[in-house]
């Protein structure tokens, strides 16, 4: 009897718990509901990658089709072109890495260098609004800008009499990765460093006036005080680069760059596993090959970021999870 009694008591709490914050408890419900519908749910589809499955089966074929076991999947690792697909994903998310990863830091433990707030907030401002402007107007704006007869900055280096013919930006495979890593960094930088700016808020303002009565440098403070301070959030971020490194990079623009500003002169260069998904799923209609490559994509990555969480927490005592 008491143990119903204590059910019920525990029932009513929750409700009365739930009454009390029902606005954000209804939104917590509607991410979760959300995130099962367009998250979980079609996470039944995997199955397709060890079927023989044909669009002209329709949804249920996903399941009443027969099974092939691996056979995808040997394909994949057996195509021409699987070495270069591996190369120039993991080759154009490790120098977004190496480039596009230090530079929020940087910025942003420049930024809090600027003691005028104005000027702090107007170049912060200025400096993540191309975050919002869609892959598909930055390449617009590339091609415009980088285009070998008539772009802007081929006829600024004409002119100044530093080359004589157009430089191929677009169409050299030789140019893809630099290119892909600028635009990156000009992207998204700016909105990366907002998460280390609000790290540097965080640390103790105590520590800095120690040090200015210990008459430590302006650059001594920076590297035994910020830098230290933000290793936490430096850590995190970097595992989610890592566990990403076969995905989009830091900030999953990969597929973008690749399929817009792809072309068959940089082919060679441009392709990744996303853009050949994309080309052999849809463009093909090969949906079960297409699923086999992005279930690799997908396991590969969720080891890389459990692999690079547990070293950081064995390293750093610093972890995602």
Same mark, same amino acid.
């Given at each position: 009897?008491?143990?119903?009694?204590?059910?019920?008591?525990?029932?009513?709490?929750?409700?009365?718990?739930?009454?009390?914050?029902?606005?954000?408890?209804?939104?917590?419900?509607?991410?979760?509901?959300?995130?099962?519908?367009?998250?979980?749910?079609?996470?039944?589809?995997?199955?397709?990658?060890? #079927?023989?499955?044909?669009?002209?089966?329709?949804?249920?074929?996903?399941?009443?089709?027969?099974?092939?076991?691996? #056979?995808?999947?040997?394909?994949?690792?057996?195509?021409?072109?699987?070495?270069?697909?591996?190369?120039?994903?993991?080759?154009?998310?490790?120098?977004?890495?190496?480039?596009?990863?230090?530079?929020?830091?940087?910025?942003?433990?420049?930024?809090?260098?600027? @003691?005028?707030?104005?000027? @702090?907030?107007?170049?912060?401002?200025?400096?993540?609004?191309?975050?919002?402007?869609?892959?598909?107007?930055?390449?617009?704006?590339?091609?415009?800008?980088?285009?070998?007869?008539?772009?802007?900055?081929?006829?600024?280096?004409?002119?100044?009499? /530093?080359?004589?013919?157009?430089?191929?930006?677009?169409?050299?495979?030789?140019?893809?990765?630099?290119?892909?890593?600028?635009?990156?960094?000009? #992207?998204?930088?700016?909105?990366?460093?907002?998460?280390? /700016?609000?790290?540097?808020?965080?640390?103790?303002?105590?520590?800095?006036?120690?040090?200015?009565?210990?008459?430590?440098?302006?650059?001594?403070?920076?590297? #035994?005080?910020?830098?230290?301070?933000?290793?936490?959030?430096?850590?995190?971020?970097?595992?989610?680069?890592?566990?990403?490194?076969?995905?989009?990079?830091?900030?999953?623009?990969?597929?973008?760059?690749?399929?817009?500003?792809?072309?068959?002169?940089? /082919?060679?260069?441009?392709?990744?596993?996303?853009?050949?998904?994309?080309?052999?799923?849809?463009?093909?209609?090969?949906?079960?090959?297409?699923?086999?490559?992005? /279930?690799?994509?997908?396991?590969?990555?969720?080891?890389?970021?459990?692999?690079?969480?547990?070293?950081?927490?064995?390293?750093?005592?610093?972890?995602?999870?």
């Amino acid at each position: 009897m008491s143990g119903t009694v204590s059910r019920n008591h525990k029932s009513s709490g929750v409700w009365r718990t739930f009454r009390k914050q029902k606005i954000p408890q209804t939104f917590a419900i509607l991410g979760i509901i959300y995130l099962l519908i367009f998250s979980y749910v079609p996470m039944s589809g995997l199955i397709m990658a060890f #079927k023989n499955y044909n669009i002209s089966l329709g949804v249920m074929g996903i399941f009443t089709s027969d099974w092939v076991g691996l #056979k995808h999947f040997k394909a994949f690792v057996n195509d021409i072109n699987f070495w270069t697909i591996i190369r120039n994903t993991v080759a154009l998310s490790f120098l977004k890495l190496i480039f596009a990863f230090p530079m929020p830091i940087i910025f942003a433990v420049m930024l809090n260098e600027i @003691k005028q707030n104005k000027i @702090k907030r107007c170049i912060q401002t200025i400096s993540y609004l191309p975050h919002f402007i869609s892959w598909v107007i930055v390449s617009g704006l590339a091609i415009n800008f980088l285009a070998t007869d008539n772009g802007l900055i081929n006829q600024m280096l004409i002119a100044l009499g /530093l080359i004589k013919d157009g430089i191929p930006f677009l169409t050299s495979a030789g140019h893809f990765w630099p290119l892909a890593v600028v635009l990156d960094v000009w #992207k998204d930088m700016g909105w990366w460093t907002i998460i280390f /700016l609000a790290a540097i808020t965080g640390i103790d303002p105590s520590l800095y006036e120690a040090a200015d009565i210990d008459g430590a440098s302006r650059f001594s403070k920076i590297l #035994k005080i910020t830098i230290p301070g933000i290793r936490g959030t430096i850590a995190v971020v970097l595992i989610l680069a890592l566990g990403n490194l076969f995905g989009g990079g830091l900030s999953g623009s990969n597929f973008e760059q690749s399929y817009l500003l792809g072309n068959a002169m940089n /082919l060679e260069k441009s392709q990744i596993i996303q853009t050949y998904i994309f080309k052999v799923g849809l463009s093909n209609g090969r949906y079960a090959y297409a699923t086999a490559i992005g /279930l690799i994509q997908s396991v590969i990555s969720l080891i890389l970021i459990f692999g690079s969480n547990l070293v950081s927490k064995k390293v750093s005592d610093t972890s995602l999870f």
